[in-house]
Nanobody, 127 residues
Framework: QLQLLESGGELVQAGGSLRLTCAAS????????MAWFRRAPGKEREFVAG????????KYADSVKDRFTISRDNTNDTVTLQMSVMKPDDTAIYFC????????????????????WGQGTQVTVSS
């Protein structure tokens, strides 16, 4: 059974950086687009960043563009989210997810396009 495990979440000061990692086990993620979502306290889950199955393109929410970078290593079945210039509004539980469609030619940003989810990792940014 495919499982996704996020790690790297912790408390960080505003302006700081953090790196999240998503590791897959059970099956390879190499043929699927991957994404990070987050859910802030009292808010709906939202798309943060996504990457095409072959790493050929990425997509970001406007709120994190130019601050966050998503990347993947298909050899090791991992996806990372490098976060910088962090803000208190970045405080949330961060989830990684795998696209339901194999080899999608574009990067989906709707949560309904993703069918395998991790348990999440807490990121807290203090002001």
């Amino acid at each position: 059974q495919l499982q996704l495990l996020e790690s790297g979440g912790e408390l960080v000061q505003a302006g700081g950086s953090l790196r999240l990692t998503c590791a897959a086990s059970g099956l390879s993620i190499g043929q699927y687009g991957m994404a990070w979502f987050r859910r802030a306290p009292g808010k709906e889950r939202e798309f943060v960043a996504g990457i095409k199955w072959d790493g050929g393109s990425t997509k970001y929410a406007d709120s994190v563009k130019d601050r966050f970078t998503i990347s993947r290593d298909n050899t090791n079945d991992t996806v990372t989210l490098q976060m910088s210039v962090m803000k208190p509004d970045d405080t949330a539980i961060y989830f990684c997810a795998r696209d339901r469609q194999r080899r999608r030619s574009w990067t989906a940003d709707a949560s309904g396009s993703y069918t395998v989810w991790g348990q999440g990792t807490q990121v807290t940014v203090s002001s």
